[in-house]
């Protein structure tokens, strides 16, 4: 500290002892000799001054300073030992962390003044350009700083920095040869600032990749020793995943432009790996190779470019060299896991790579299908849950679209094959569906029904296998002893991983819905969980899955089973559940969040097992006969209640075309009536929209008018008289204008708020005349009814048909 | 796979005019027939084969809206080649061609070869742009000129193929500097840079396959 004083002194002149200036002082005397000095040298040092003021003083030097600074930059080019300090300050006053130094200061202030002076440095776009400018030049001290300011820039304010650089030519061109440094500082610096940059922005991803990002990330990474290097590796990775994740025509030029070949040398394993073991960092890079392999074959990506992708994948040994990671010893979980989703990804939906994989041996003795030993982990309760849920995600993307795969399963556990091994596929899979792991359970259950997704002929086979229960008993088939274990555990995982085996195995299975009939209870089971009516944790769950399976066994019935007919199953529904509650069962799930969570993505995502209960292939099952169930049990409904207009006299007739014609007169109304409140909302929403803007307007006009506050108040040298006068012309100006049009944005907030209530009002009265309107709808529909006429049901009055419904019987 | 020479083309040109429709025809012989707005750019490549050696072109197709046209900018300088596209059947489209002009010239490189190409020639009954209009224009600013249509891909091929034996005559004559990247040029694999004219020997190699125009 006495250093620095003694330092400070030497540029601004010795000060009368015991008359310590301020620190705002000291900053204004230095700013204006940065502005008034004809000599660089002085320029120069009050600039260096400034730079060692910027943490402890940076409110101060930043509300003083800016102006001059740039200036600076703009008029002192040339001398790159200046530059270097105003970059340097600048990066100190934008930084958005705040600095120990700072806290000594005691300004307590609830702005973050890094963001506030970004934010008017971002301004004037100028500013940028001329920033893009400097890391054109080679000097380190101008190079190195620009880059830091510029990541300092976009880290606070990434959008704005993004759609300045976007429209300056060759701006990302400048970022790019930074990429060739061979000073690391400056191109590891250069790494993070892309990656920032790159961040969600989509054109600016694919302007990067343009400019041959792909071919600089990946020379810096072979220089650097692949996946053994250091952080850097890590970080061009990283800068890789930005350019390609959700984006297609960067992973098309990726593809194209035969940058997955240049990866299976990082997935090389050095054979002293036992001995030397995987240090943190190698675990890091070698877990975004994963990732970077999982994203050009991702399931969200186009199919187009996933089948060319897992193609080049398999051509390139790429496949080979992830299954020989799987089958590695001594391979970290987390990256065994990854891997493990990697070689999912890879296969899903592609023939040949699925087959590739079904003849990946283990190196154990004897040797066995790695698919097996995979399933033995997923079943194996002592194994990390992530990893668990891996081997499920894998054994699904094998079966996915693979007709071959699935019946390779199913066979195992064919009777002409049981006395075989019993370390099949299959028999693995029974055992975990009855286990005592309801973990287990789940997983097993979800990978059989992945055997049966579309594929009828399986879904017959399956219902050929028995399982020997205790010794001597009859044996009993394994759909029988699914429906029966169903209605004895009391684990709700396992309920649910059970039912949604049942769901895709009874789905378009009139036969699997007949053997499911016909085991004693299952109805009774059925019927008394979807008309139970509390319920607690998750239990709607169970519920509407009840509801699922009866609308299965009405759906597709083939009439076989005299109690169980089409017909009564929907009177069964109908009398015991009720349609109303029935209907609200079954959409229950779909609206539910897990089903959410689980229909986003064919990946198990999960934190804790607990949160495992539906599957993302059930979820589509649902969705796809959600409504179809709905739309059979009405049909059903209408035919046993057999009236037609054909029963009706002449007179009736007449009356009852009344009624229709004025049915459609009010549903016409209502209609418009709709219209005009969708209307009536559009502009509502824009409206809160606009005022939600000016709000925002406002919080910002506020907050730099407590920043300039601030100033005054650290600075009261230069207050005059009242509390909001500057001695800088500009600032005064600045701030009246800023008063000003917070004056104006007030008055436009409470307009657009007087406007907003009126129209909620508008609203109010017209969604009352609609209710209104209703309810003489409903009256005529009543009226009609007593006459006997039967009405085209929609939505909207299913209630008061089952009404009237009940009251008939 | 490898290739001997990969060529990075843009095709620019107002919204609308069928520059993803050559693209898609080219890359995948399907035609599009509904206007599907390019946002910012999009990439596509094929292989294509000049003088017996495989050259695999890299193809960023641009948005022609106004609102993009910063952005298309960027991807000027490290082209070799751009196809400037308008529509026969919409004489603004014809109009606008030397704003594109300028601004292609004011931020690619140099040796950036350029082909006119008036698009939609299926649409005869509704043209507005006559061929000797564009023929006359091309010769004007020193472009290659074709009409074509990505409807029935009737001189589709032939656009990206000349484009690309242009540049490939370029560079056997030494004009363009393969060696630096930022042309939108590079060599491929496992090609020796410091000979690239070595088969073909000189000029003849260039003018071997070029029989159709
Ligand atoms: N008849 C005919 N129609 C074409 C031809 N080429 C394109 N079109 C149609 O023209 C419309 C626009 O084609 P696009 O290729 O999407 O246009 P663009 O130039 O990519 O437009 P932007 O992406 O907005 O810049 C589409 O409806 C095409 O079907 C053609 O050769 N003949
Ligand atoms: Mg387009």
New interface residues.
């Given amino acids: 500290m006495e250093y620095f004083r003694s330092g400070l002194k030497s540029v601004l002149g010795s000060s009368t002892p015991g008359n310590q200036p301020t620190g705002a002082e000291i900053v204004e005397r230095l700013v204006s000799r940065v502005s008034t000095s004809t000599l660089l040298e002085d320029r120069r040092d009050a600039c260096r001054a400034l730079k060692a003021l910027s943490k402890k003083y940076r409110l101060e030097v930043g509300a003083q300073g800016l102006d001059v600074l740039k200036q600076v930059l703009e008029l002192d080019r040339s001398d790159c030992e200046i530059i270097g300090y105003c970059l340097d300050t600048l990066c100190n006053i934008t930084s958005k962390e705040t600095f120990e130094e700072e806290n000594e200061n005691n300004i307590n202030m609830n702005v973050n003044v890094g963001e506030q002076f970004t934010e008017m440095f971002l301004k004037n776009t100028d500013n940028v350009t001329l920033i893009l400018s400097f890391l054109e030049e080679y000097d380190f001290r101008v190079r190195w700083p620009a880059v830091r300011l510029m990541t300092s820039l976009v880290s606070s304010k990434p959008k704005d920095v993004q759609d300045i650089i976007?429209?300056s030519?060759?701006?990302?061109?400048k970022l790019m040869d930074l990429l060739l440094e061979n000073r690391e500082v400056i191109r590891n610096d250069a790494v993070l600032l892309l990656t920032n940059l790159t961040k969600s922005n989509?054109?600016m991803q694919?302007?990067v990749a343009?400019?041959?990002a792909f071919?600089r990330l990946f020379d810096i990474i072979k220089d650097e020793g692949r996946t053994d290097g250091g952080i850097v590796v890590e970080d061009c990775l990283l800068l890789m995943l930005n350019l390609l994740k959700n984006n297609n025509?960067?992973i098309?030029?990726f593809h194209?432009?035969?940058y997955l070949q240049k990866i299976p040398p990082m997935f090389e394993l050095p054979s002293n790996l036992e001995e030397i073991g995987w240090s943190p960092q190698k675990i890091s890079n070698f877990l975004c190779v994963l990732q970077l392999i999982r994203t050009v074959v991702s399931p969200n990506n186009s199919a187009q470019i996933i089948t060319a992708c897992q193609k080049t994948i398999r051509n390139t040994n790429l496949l080979e060299a992830l299954s020989n990671i799987l089958m590695a010893s001594g391979v970290p979980a987390d990256i065994l896991t990854e891997t493990i989703n990697a070689v999912g990804e890879v296969i899903r939906g592609n023939l040949t790579n699925q087959e590739y994989f079904a003849n990946v041996l283990a190196p154990s003795n004897p040797p066995r299908p790695a698919i097996v030993v995979l399933l033995m982990s997923m079943v194996n309760e002592k194994q990390p849950f992530p990893l668990r849920c891996a081997v499920l995600y894998c054994f699904e993307c094998f079966l996915f679209k693979n007709e071959i795969g699935q019946e390779l399963v199913v066979q195992t556990l064919l009777p002409s094959n049981s006395g075989m091994s019993n370390l099949s596929m299959g028999q693995i899979l029974c055992s975990g569906l009855f286990s005592n792991d309801h973990l287990s359970i789940w997983f097993s259950a979800v990978a059989l029904s992945h055997c049966l997704i579309e594929n009828p002929a399986q879904k017959e086979q399956l219902l050929r296998v028995l399982l020997a229960t205790s010794l001597g008993a009859q044996p009993i088939s394994l759909l029988q002893q699914s429906a029966v274990f169903l209605q004895h555990t009391s684990k709700l995982q396992a309920k649910l991983g059970i039912m949604m085996l049942l769901a895709q195995w009874m789905s378009y299975s009139p036969e699997a819905v007949r053997v499911f009939l016909n085991v004693p209870g299952s109805m009774a089971f059925l019927t008394a969980q979807t008309s139970a009516s509390e319920f607690d944790n998750n239990e709607e769950l169970l519920q509407g899955l009840c509801a699922f399976l009866m609308g299965l066994c009405v759906l597709y019935n083939d009439n076989s089973i005299q109690n169980y007919s089409k017909e009564n199953l929907s009177q069964l529904i109908e009398k015991r559940v009720g349609i109303d509650t029935y209907c609200k069962k079954l959409v229950e799930i779909s609206r539910h969040e897990v089903y959410a969570k689980a229909a986003k993505q064919p990946q198990i995502k999960a934190k804790h097992s607990s949160e495992l209960l539906l599957e993302f292939e059930f979820c589509k099952l649902l969705k796809s006969l959600e409504g179809v169930i709905i739309q059979a049990l009405g049909v059903q409904r209408e035919l046993s209640n057999g009236m037609s207009e054909l029963s009706l006299n002449e007179h009736e007739n007449a009356l009852l075309l009344q009624y229709k014609e004025l049915i459609r007169d009010q549903d016409k109304k209502l209609q418009d009536m709709q219209k005009s409140i969708n209307n009536l909302q559009k502009i509502n929403h824009t409206l809160e929209a606009q005022m939600k803007e000016l709000q925002d307007t406002n919080t910002q006009l506020t907050d730099q008018n407590t920043l300039l506050k601030a100033q005054l108040a650290v600075n009261p040298s230069v207050v005059t008289n009242g509390p909001i006068q500057v001695d800088s012309p500009v600032q005064h100006s600045n701030e009246s204008v800023l008063l000003e049009k917070i004056k104006i944005l007030e008055q436009e907030k409470s307009e657009a708020e007087n406007e907003l209530n009126r129209v909620r009002k508008d609203q109010d009265d017209l969604l009352e005349l609609m209710t209104d309107q209703d309810s003489k709808l409903n009256n005529f529909k009543q009226r009609l009814r007593e006459l006997g006429e039967t009405i085209e049901d929609d939505d909207s009055d299913v209630e008061n048909n089952s009404e009237g419904a009940e009251n008939e019987s | 796979m490898s290739y001997a020479y990969l060529f990075k083309y843009i095709i620019i040109g107002d919204t609308g005019v069928g520059k993803s429709c050559l693209l898609l025809q080219f890359t995948d012989k399907r035609f599009q027939p509904v206007h599907d707005l390019t946002i910012g750019v999009e990439f596509g490549a094929r292989m294509i084969t000049i003088d017996s050696k495989q050259i695999k072109l890299q193809i960023w197709d641009t948005a022609g809206q106004e609102a993009f046209r910063s952005i298309t900018r960027s991807y000027y300088r490290g082209a070799a080649g751009a196809l400037l596209v308008y529509d026969i059947t919409r004489r603004e489209t014809f109009n606008h061609l030397t704003t594109w002009l300028d601004d292609a010239r004011q931020h690619s490189n140099s040796n950036m070869v350029i082909m006119l190409i008036g698009n939609k020639s299926d649409l005869e009954s509704r043209r507005e742009v006559k061929k000797e209009e564009g023929e006359a224009f091309a010769r004007e600013h020193g472009l290659v000129f074709m009409e074509t249509s990505a409807k029935t891909a009737a001189n589709v091929e032939e656009a990206f193929i000349n484009t690309a034996k242009e540049i490939y005559e370029k560079i056997q004559e030494g004009v363009f500097d393969i060696n630096n990247e930022a042309n939108g040029i590079k060599i491929g694999p496992q090609h020796s840079p410091t000979n690239p004219s070595l088969p073909g020997s000189g000029s003849s190699g260039g003018s071997q396959g070029s029989g159709c125009c």
């Avoid at chain 1, 030519?169 to 061109?173: E, K």
Wanted: zero cysteines; a negative charge.
């Fill in positions: 976007l429209v030519p060759m701006g990302v061109s989509a054109n694919k302007i343009f400019e041959n071919d025509s960067n098309n030029f194209e432009g035969a």
